[in-house]
């Protein structure tokens, strides 16, 4: 690590000007305070990418030392500007180099590397003074509010924080819509200038969700300038703060930071010191740059766990898709009005037949697992409650302790295990979040008891306490707390519809996932435009892992259910490929055995695949339309590549120049067959075998909605494939 | 028991009628279903006391068996009417009378006799019903609706109850302001017609606090009649559901209820089968027979909590008053612009010199509290974070577990318990629930481990969840939990600034006292009313114990702090006496040491004086004017007597005739001296001795804002005193 500190103390002038750029001084950040009011401005490579933009927040309420009287009873309203009258004060710079090593990623090391500024910003009037720091990096910058604690600034609401990003054309953006309580909308991509007018068009049901504004967009959105740069805007390390979204002024083309309110409207409460998130930007002339950033990752916070041998990458299978898909249900009976917990008595109803966390089911999923590697095998439903679980707004809607009649807990456990095989819990908290922390204690130690070591959990529906949002602090505080007790259970904790990750995973690795998008469960209901897995690495990624429950071998969901007419917009193998375009240490084979047993050749790639690597290269790259990328496993010389490609298909040639010279390797091509199309054709695959080596390049088709998967093992004499 | 089932199918019609009395029939309940509504009527002795009444709810969503959309989502309206569209159903009768045992309590036993009529209300229309129970007593009635399991009725929130108390005349009432979130407020005597010419008026600061309505009034509301009926309404078992206040429609002289709205302004969400509280209606010819009445214990379930054998009642002191006084303080330092938990190094910062939870002061009170036989020595301010916990919606705002430097937690428990005290726990919350309910278990377990069984909790400040109130259902279910989390620790709850009770310490013995009204804290501030212990047993002790903190004998808060100018509107002879006008298992002394060391005599009374009796006696009762009470203490012959006066004095001549005939007894009487005043002169009191039985009666005069105590010793041969 090498850094260099300096500190200037300016003098007070009605305009002060500061910049740092970045260590390859292509990107620029200039600070500016004028007239009392602070803005920034970021040029790359000597072309400004963000115009001058206003930096500050607006506050609701402040309380100074000793002032006692009730927060929401103030109404005094001069100390609440923390958005003007600055005057530029003490200035402070310094440089950070270092590589870290993540517990797992896509990289065995990472670099941090940037320059950095720390503007103080006085506000002399009232005797108070925030700091923006930017740090500034060769693919981007991220920028954080300081607040020192002082006599004069201790605590403090929120009413909006005012930071502004003012891009300087109409970009091509790839954006869902602003929401309050969900990210799992599809993904249009248009001018900035068009989104509200196709706004409403973008919007479909979900069991919680509230927007603010036609013109409001979730982040990390992804945008391309017309002569080429790439543009991507999120923040890191989001901490006991509202998730920010972005709202868009179309006049002068500048979004706005929109923070997610609380019950009351408010956005975030305060206590000096502390500091915002950071508000990141990313800018890169090339996509595959955006991919291979590790930005936000780096913003956030080292590892704070000090041992990490008990977190580890999981590839699973699950009790799951013959529900989502409608065939089975999580409930145990169709019996009940309503459950009580406690109680209700299920051994006293009839249950539906359609249960599938059953003994039985979850055995054939054990066996199926434990013979083809698997580590873990997910089982939702297993506990009393799924009857009456969602949209009834019920408080005590579960126990997570208690298992339904026909799971036996201790015997599956104990089956699994003594197969090699773990199960993995399964948390769903109805979004009944008192209910969840009550409970939280008792659920982990029960899971100890028997041997779980990582959860699933999942907040589906409105808020209880009712009001809040899913992503306002209340609930980002929540699943932090989550993550923390889990982790002194040694649990790992992948958490659906949970709030937009944020690089979390590097201070917390036992969050190994997140859902907080879009995933491969709307394929079995409504579909996901077939250019759905060609962005999110772009957006939803950024933050860190997803759990999307690839490897979808059935496309035609009405096969596994009749009653079902849905189809999955993807071809097999893209299905195959998914496994390394969207990289996450927690991999599902998501479809039901029966599904993969007629395609075992194929399937054969997903039992070869990794969860963890040491690294990855980004081939090809252009959002809403391909990826290609090549990723080294962990600790071995083996690659897997995978393309995944929009309705209009992709054709590549890649170079295999990433293999270690003169070394000879077998690679098995997964891929699309001949007129293989998402549509009407998308089990059409075809697997090949070469020899191949540093210097071969491979030509691959990958069909509408298609893409394909390639293992590379290094030919050893050991290896029997 | 003796119970009678009556089963009557009511063939529908247009108009059906069924009536109920009280097992003594002076109470008589007609019930009415006319053109789809139903009503309620009330006559004591033949005459009304409520007119027809409206009977009812007003849902905001209903979601019936199988209906999975989001309840917030719903609008449909048709189903949202429980309050029209009624036929009379199914009527059930009954007769119920049995003695029960309080764990502890104003008598050794207490008889719940009643007549029962059960009407079921039909919405054929909607092909459901619900059930409205009436509950006849001598001394009154309650009533509560029920909603049965059934496919038309599952799920649904309240907009509104629609429960009306139409009354017969412009009655005089005992009344405090309708408030979401405080009952600290002064009462006012009016008519019914004054109350929203007075209403703003009656308003003082809190540190939360909501007005819903200037003619909206807390329960239990004590009225009388002109022709001398005494009427009272409350609720009973007040459980999921939210607290119940009184709004008045001025012109027709009706009340209705308005419930505690949450952070949404929706009121309940109810899952069926379910009940609401009862809504009490106590109806006496005689003040004495309302404190007498058992009606809101009566409606409230037996114990649930099987070995009682560790709640005991409680006489204690306190690390308390010095801080009221405004002398000392709760916090250990003055040198702190805010504390982080955690992070805050408190051996490192400069203690204020005003630390009152310190080693040296808990020992001098723990060494007075066991030389004058006291149960239980209260410290507050004993845990770090005192310094910012007030006002700040600061959600980590204390830890429960962690001591100041100066207060030895360890030796401090361990030197009370060497001399048979106990140290009460303090967890002040600042109305952070959240963080509370996180810290509980952990808390608790504290308890456990040094040895305290009784905690006193606080609720100062706005709820955070932010938006919620101390009154609404969340909150509600939030005391009931710790209330049941501590009895599994075999701890006894004392919750100031909770929900006003509602009779479940029946249910919940453990739950030893509330304040949940204007308690003595309020002389050391802004002074009560001198009337006001005359009225709070009328009210606010209907439904529970209140932890009224008597005991002042040091009237000018000067003389505890040269800064505080406030004086106690009370005799000392009147402090002595609340000790048995002020019903409670938990008493305290609540002055400094130094406030007592002058009157060792007058003190000799609390130091005697019960806090368990095996009998009760009202001598004599008005509301705003007099109580005069005799109790026996628990397990012996002893009695004590107290009495209570206004500003107007009060003398009276009370016969002895509770005292078993034929025996001598010595009574020691603590009266008001001439010339006695609450204001000028409070001090003045004399102590005469004499030998009584139960031919005597005693002539004895309240000062003005005075009262009088008395001991009433057997006197057998082995009684030294």
């Not at 609401?157 to 990210?183: N, P, Q, R």
């Not at 999981?314 to 917990?341: C, N, P, Q, R």
């Not at 995978?642 to 098995?668: M, Q, R, W």
Request: with cysteine; net charge negative.
């Amino acid at each position: 690590m090498v850094a260099l500190l300096v500190l200037a103390l300016v003098p007070m002038c009605a305009t002060a000007t500061e910049s740092v750029s970045s260590p390859n001084g292509e990107v620029v950040v200039n600070v500016d305070v004028t007239g009392g009011v602070a803005t920034y401005q970021v040029n790359f490579r000597g072309k400004a990418v963000v115009a001058p933009s206003r930096l500050g927040l607006q506050l609701l309420t402040e309380n100074s030392r000793g002032d006692f009287n009730d927060l929401n009873a103030r109404s005094t309203t001069n100390n609440l500007s923390l958005y003007d009258g600055f005057e530029m004060g003490a200035v402070t710079r310094s440089t950070f180099d270092e590589t870290w090593q993540p517990v797992w990623g896509e990289e065995k090391e990472i670099r941090n590397h940037y320059n950095e500024l720390a503007v103080t910003l006085n506000q002399t009037a009232l005797d108070r003074n925030i700091v923006v720091r930017f740090r500034v990096y060769d693919d981007g910058l991220g920028f954080s509010y300081e607040f020192p604690q002082q006599k004069g600034l201790n605590y403090f609401v929120i009413k909006e924080e005012l930071s502004e990003f003012a891009m300087t054309g109409d970009h091509t953006a790839w954006w869902i819509a602003g929401d309050y309580d969900t990210e799992e909308y599809e993904y249009t991509r248009s001018r900035l200038s068009e989104i509200s007018r196709l706004f409403d068009g973008t919007i479909s049901s979900n069991a919680s969700q509230e927007q603010f504004s036609k013109s409001g967009v979730q982040t990390a959105l992804q945008m391309r300038t017309d002569d080429g740069i790439y543009l991507n805007l999120h923040e890191a390390a989001l901490v006991d703060y509202p998730c920010m979204s972005l709202n868009l002024d179309e006049a002068t083309l500048t979004f706005r930071t929109w923070l997610t309110p609380d019950a009351q409207g408010n956005k975030g409460y305060m206590q000096t010191p502390c500091h915002s998130p950071w508000r990141t930007i990313m800018i890169t002339d090339d996509a595959r740059k955006v991919l291979a950033s590790r930005l936000i990752l780096n913003l956030n916070e080292p590892c704070k766990i000090e041992d990490t041998s008990w977190i580890k990458p999981v590839k699973y299978m699950g009790v799951w898709w013959e529900m989502i898909a409608g065939a089975g249900s999580w409930a145990y009976t169709d019996d009940l009005y309503s459950v009580k917990l406690g109680e209700t008595d299920y051994k006293h109803v009839v249950p539906s037949g359609k249960h599938c966390a059953n003994n039985d089911n979850v055995r054939h999923y054990i066996d199926f697992a434990a013979e083809h590697g698997f580590d873990q095998v997910l089982v939702e439903g297993w506990n009393e409650g799924w009857e009456d679980w969602f949209g009834n707004s019920k408080d005590y809607v579960f126990d997570f302790v208690t298992p339904y009649p026909d799971f036996d807990i201790a015997a599956l456990n104990a089956y699994a295990h003594s197969k090699g095989i773990k199960l993995m819990m399964h948390h769903e908290t109805s979004s009944s979040v008192r209910n969840y922390e009550r409970h939280l204690e008792a659920a982990y130690q029960l899971m100890e008891r028997y041997g779980y070591n990582s959860v699933k959990s999942g907040y589906v529906g409105n808020i209880i306490p009712r009001g809040e949002h899913h992503y306002g602090q209340w609930m980002n505080n929540h699943y932090l707390y989550c993550i923390k007790e889990a982790a002194k259970h040694h649990i790992m904790v992948n958490a659906h519809e949970a709030v937009r990750p944020t690089g979390l995973c590097r201070t917390w690795p036992n969050l190994i996932g997140n859902e907080a998008a879009r995933g491969t469960e709307y394929e079995a209901t409504n579909g996901s435009k077939p250019f759905h897995t060609t962005i999110l690495p772009f957006t939803r990624l950024q933050g860190g892992p997803m759990d999307y429950t690839p490897g979808i071998f059935e496309m035609d969901m009405w096969k596994n259910n009749p009653s079902n007419p849905n189809h999955v917009n993807s071809t097999l193998a893209r299905q195959l490929a998914l496994y390394v375009t969207m990289y996450s240490p927690l991999q599902m084979a998501a479809d039901e055995i029966e599904n993969y047993e007629p395609h075992m050749d194929a399937f054969q790639f997903i039992k070869d695949v990794a969860v963890d690597w040491d690294d990855s290269r980004y081939l090809e790259a252009e959002p809403g339309r391909y990826i290609v990328v090549a990723r080294k496993a962990k600790g071995t010389n083996n690659w897997f590549v995978g393309c995944t490609a929009s309705e209009h298909g992709h054709t590549s040639t890649i170079k295999l120049n990433f293999l270690d010279p003169g070394k000879k390797y077998v690679a098995t091509v997964y891929a699309d067959a001949k007129g293989a199309h998402y549509k009407d054709n998308p089990q059409a695959y075809v697997i090949s075998k070469r020899e191949v080596n540093s210097k071969s390049s491979l030509k691959l088709t990958a069909a509408p909605g298609g893409g394909y998967a390639i293992s590379i093992f290094e030919n050893t004499p050991a290896r029997h494939r």
